[in-house]
């Protein structure tokens, strides 16, 4: 079974300049959750997409995130402008929809912003 | 609002020896519980879960932990530890929302760092 795919790997731009990552999820899991991972931090949450639907965005800075699952199955994250605080790991999971289902990740893409 | 502590930033323990790594949750209702586990570059890897019945599950690379509801706890446990644990692992809880349908929010703790020795 493929895993979740990522890309790119990794992502230096300056700030006030756009950036998007894309995840492809494991093939018939309806559940895609965006993280966003800080050094020394744990996930955070940013989006949980069920299809195509947003389940929860609670944590999206909506005026410069972002994202899109179209179909259902892959998905873009977009940061419009960006900021220093932006450089973090942005980690991409998939679940099916089974209760209980652990989710599995992406190797992440690290961006930084300089 | 659902929350996850792993009160630890670092366990040290000598190889062979055993380990433990604690986390405590908050939520509504009953909980699911995941152990992950990350090495550097890289992303979460899933070790073991917790969903219902005996409170002691089993996992991957010999890991288990245990599930106590009147503590709200659920502590990463390995009988001998080995160097090669040595990463980072979180701690993650969802509520349960039965006949939904629909996967509820995954929230993770801020990860404790194990650092195994000879």
């Known amino acids: 079974e493929a895993g979740v795919a990522q890309s790119p790997r990794y992502k230096i731009i300056e700030k006030r300049q756009s950036v998007a990552f894309w995840c492809n999820p494991i093939?018939?899991?309806?559940?895609l959750y965006w993280y966003q991972q800080i050094l020394g931090q744990g996930p955070k949450l940013l989006i949980q997409?069920?299809?195509?639907?947003?389940?929860?965005d609670s944590q999206l800075p909506k005026d410069r995130f972002s994202a899109e699952r179209l179909k259902g199955v892959d998905s873009t994250l977009k940061i419009q402008p960006a900021k220093l605080e932006d450089s973090a790991v942005y980690l991409c999971?998939?679940?099916?929809?089974?209760?209980?289902?652990?989710?599995?990740f992406g190797q992440g893409t690290r961006l930084t912003v300089v | 609002a659902q929350s996850v502590a792993q009160p630890e930033d670092q366990v040290n323990v000598a190889e062979g020896n055993p380990l433990t790594v604690k986390c405590t949750y908050s939520?509504?209702?009953?909980?699911?519980l995941f152990w992950y586990v990350q090495y550097p570059n890289r992303g979460l890897q899933f070790l073991l879960k917790?969903?219902?019945?005996?409170?002691l599950v089993k996992g991957s690379y010999g890991f288990e932990a245990e599930f106590n509801k009147s503590q709200t706890s659920f502590h990463l446990k390995k009988p001998s530890a080995l160097v090669s644990d040595s990463a980072l692992y979180f701690c993650?809880?969802?509520?349960?929302?039965?006949?939904?349908?629909?996967?509820?929010?995954?929230?993770f703790g801020t990860g404790t760092r194990l650092q195994v020795t000879l």
């Open positions: 993650a809880v969802r509520p349960t929302f039965e006949n939904t349908g629909t996967a509820s929010k995954l929230t």
């Open positions: 997409f069920q299809n195509n639907g947003v389940v929860d």
């Open positions: 093939s018939g899991h309806a559940t």
């Open positions: 917790y969903i219902t019945g005996d409170n």
């Open positions: 939520v509504s209702g009953n909980p699911y």
């Open positions: 999971a998939s679940s099916s929809h089974r209760p209980g289902a652990e989710a599995f």
